[in-house]
């Protein structure tokens, strides 16, 4: 039966745990949500302390993973919501992306900081759902996983990999075709 | 295309620079408390400023004589009993886990905008109106009324502050309401199709 992290020994633990092994994983989800630097550490900053009040009610019914993807990315959604209210940018669905890279990008040699650069832009582009699962399939959870993380049907989370893939290679390889 | 074909953009993916800034379990757990603390003393500071300004009233309502100063106190401690009441009813209702899927969470954040856009739209009906009874009839005396303070300016002063008060409060809670709405335009803008039956 599971049951809630009870003691906070328990929640430190578990905490300690989430950052040891997706201290990096939470680290890219605020950086790809964010791209100020100051804005960046606040929302890093807002991740690590709404995981740590998450902790006290873990119940292990889920894996470390999927509750610590759970809360970062959903900290980050309401991020991109509430900037996104400022902005006024419009962001897109996947299936709305044509083209992932400019033909004058795709004309010249990129190096792997311009293609991160690149790959950076496309997830900035992106709406909340789409740019999760962008997100965690670059992290190199499958489909499954994905599903149990987002609440999407494992067939939907297929469809838009599917798509994502193929933007993603495209944005990789773009110099060569 | 193979399943490979994306395992270079991967591992770059994997290997950038994110300038992790360190924090250690003491650190987030002192500011986890200092967060808390400050939601608790600003709660002590509604709820007291409130109270006192309930207990202020029933002292009035206990000391004087005066048949319309002291309808007019009673009237302000029911309208602030149930603009206490209304308050406390109306954001105290949603709660929810840290670690819900992305789609529930962003569906229940739409939610909460919504209420949050509800109870600054209609503040002034369930929050300012119970209140204008009481301040009205005691302002009714000092203008009206055997008040010491009438034919002086000082009750122009209190009605010029009252108006004020209203005013702002008005304009502020418009201005949320705005911002709330604007919120929650974004993320109806932002849905995604989520290939869930409605209501999943």
């Known amino acids: 039966m599971p049951r809630p992290a009870g003691t906070t020994d328990d929640a430190d633990r578990l905490f300690a745990r989430a950052l040891a092994e997706f201290g ?37 019914r889920c ?9 970062a990315h959903n900290m980050a959604a309401r991020h991109v919501t509430r900037q996104h209210r400022l902005s006024h940018r419009e962001l897109l669905n996947l299936e709305e992306i044509t083209e ?12 792997d900081e311009q293609r991160l650069a690149l790959l950076n832009k496309l997830i900035g582009q992106l709406k909340p759902l789409d740019r999760q699962i962008v997100l965690l399939y ?20 297929g469809v838009k990999i599917h798509r994502a893939k193929r933007l993603l290679v495209q944005l990789y390889e773009g110099h060569h075709s | 295309m193979t399943d490979h074909d994306d395992d270079p953009i991967k591992a770059l993916w994997r290997a950038q620079s994110t300038e992790v800034p ?16 400050t939601f608790r003393i600003r709660n002590w500071l509604e709820q007291g400023s409130t109270i006192l300004a ?24 029911i309208g602030g009993a149930y603009a206490m009441f209304q308050w ?34 209609t503040l002034w009906r369930w929050y300012l109106l119970p209140l204008a009874p009481g301040a009205i009839t005691i302002l009714s005396w000092n203008f009206f009324g055997d008040s010491p303070t009438k034919g002086t300016l000082a009750p122009w002063g209190v009605l010029g502050m009252l108006v004020g008060w209203i005013v702002f409060s008005v304009i502020y809670e418009r201005h949320k309401a705005t911002q709330c709405q604007r919120e929650i335009d974004a993320l109806s803008g932002m849905e995604t199709d989520t290939g869930n039956p409605p209501g999943k």
């Open chain 2, 88 to 121: 406390r009813r109306r954001t105290a209702s949603l709660s929810t886990e840290p670690s819900q899927s992305s789609v529930a969470s962003i569906a229940f954040y739409k939610r909460e905008l919504e209420l949050k856009r509800d109870i600054h739209s």
């Open chain 1, 138 to 157: 670059l992290d190199g959870l499958d489909t499954a996983q994905i599903s149990e993380v987002t609440g999407l049907s494992v067939s939907h989370v």
């Open chain 1, 100 to 111: 992932p890279i400019d033909p004058h990008d795709a004309a010249r040699q990129l190096d």
């Open chain 2, 54 to 77: 309930l207990a202020a009233c029933l002292f009035v309502i206990l000391v004087t004589q005066h048949p319309w100063v002291r309808s007019g106190a009673t009237l302000l401690l």
């Open chain 1, 24 to 60: 990096s994983a939470r680290a890219r989800i605020a950086y790809a949500n964010e791209a100020d630097r100051a804005q960046r550490a606040d929302l890093q900053q807002e991740i690590y302390l709404e995981l740590w009040r998450s902790f006290a009610i873990f119940d292990g």
């Open chain 2, 22 to 37: 360190a924090m250690s379990v003491s650190y987030v757990r002192h500011r986890t408390s200092e967060l808390h603390r």
């Open chain 1, 63 to 71: 894996s470390l993973g999927t509750w610590v993807y759970r809360v």
